[in-house]
């Protein structure tokens, strides 16, 4: 029915695993619809029931968020039922609630290019069809959210209290917007982290190594270079998806090199673009982490590219501690 390569968001993990030829489990399949970036959320739900259906059967477990015991499908099917509920709470009209619309850069943070509040969820399709988004779609989601309004202020607005968050996107090419997701808050929801496959480790091969340059493919700044700083190592039996993020080296005029997580590897790839402007100080990390050059050439050539992009005000984004063991002082804290 479906290639679970295909699934994966990354096309370097993807050519990895296939020259391997690595086969995925059930859990490790059930994952990976779970987390697929392009995949539709009914898609999702048709691919559930389609495991159930044809595959066997396994223990998610040892697993940090769950009893060893509980096994794969009745996460599947609370995860439907669930999908399901929140679908049907959606999508009914309802008294004492209203809907409101955002539209932003995909994967940006808040950057809303619209934001209103209509009565009936019908008004925002109308308008969603009256107003079309002129630059490529592909690059904007829509976000649409349902409103309880509490008895106490009925006849006003506000963001607080229960809610449902719809988000959807159109894949380039396509026509139509699809679901992707939903966010929600609201009482009696049937969630628990037995059925966040969200949560769960994907515990698959990768490519990926300390010092490789890569980017993420799921923030705005498509192909913005980071290198790898550290991959931890991980018993899949204590993990959850906090625990995907690598340790990464960025670039920014303000703060030239800094390290942070930087999303989850199943979404990086490679970087083989050209790396210029104060990016080329990642060339000098990577080569430093391959102990390819050492120290006392990394730091003249950081200083001159520092000199000539840099911001006048440099802070290090750092604990004080950390700062100080340098050789600053606590004034370049920020």
Not at 2 to 10: A, E, G, P, Q, T
Not at 93 to 107: F, S
Not at 204 to 225: A, C, L, S, W
């Amino acid at each position: 029915m479906f290639d679970v390569y295909d699934l994966l968001n990354s096309r370097a993990i993807e050519d990895h695993c296939r020259k391997i030829e690595h086969k995925f489990n059930t859990l490790e399949t059930a994952c990976i619809i779970c987390r697929c970036t392009h995949l539709p959320l009914h898609t999702k739900r048709d691919y559930y029931k389609h495991i159930i259906d044809t595959c066997e059967d396994m223990k998610v477990g040892p697993n940090f968020h769950m009893d060893p015991d509980i096994k794969l499908f009745s996460v599947l099917q609370g995860e439907i039922e669930r999908i399901n509920l929140i679908h049907k709470l959606f999508v009914t009209e309802t008294p004492n609630t209203v809907y409101t619309l955002e539209i932003q850069a995909y994967h940006a943070y808040p950057a809303e290019r619209y934001g209103g509040v209509f009565a009936t969820r019908l008004c925002i399709e109308d308008y969603l069809l009256k107003n079309e988004i002129h630059e490529d779609p592909a690059n904007f989601e829509v976000r649409i959210t349902k409103h309880w309004l509490s008895s106490s202020f009925q006849s006003s607005f506000s963001t607080e209290g229960e809610y449902i968050t719809a988000r959807y996107r159109q894949m380039r090419g396509a026509k139509n917007w699809e679901l992707m997701d939903f966010w929600s808050d609201f009482k009696d929801e049937p969630y628990s982290k037995e059925h966040d496959l969200q949560a769960f480790y994907l515990n698959i091969p990768h490519p990926f190594e300390v010092g490789d340059m890569v980017y993420n493919n799921t923030i705005q700044e498509r192909e913005k270079p980071m290198v790898i700083m550290s991959i931890p190592e991980i018993d899949p039996t204590r993990a959850d998806s906090f625990d995907m993020q690598f340790s990464c080296f960025w670039t920014t005029p303000e703060n030239g090199v800094y390290a942070d997580h930087i999303g989850s590897f199943d979404n990086f790839e490679f970087h083989s673009g050209k790396v210029d402007g104060i990016d080329r100080i990642l060339t000098g990390v990577q080569s430093l982490l391959r102990e390819e050059i050492p120290l006392n050439v990394f730091i003249p050539a950081y200083n001159i590219i520092m000199r000539e992009h840099a911001t006048e005000n440099q802070y290090m984004w750092w604990c004080p501690e950390a700062v100080i063991k340098a050789g600053l002082t606590k004034e370049y804290v920020k």
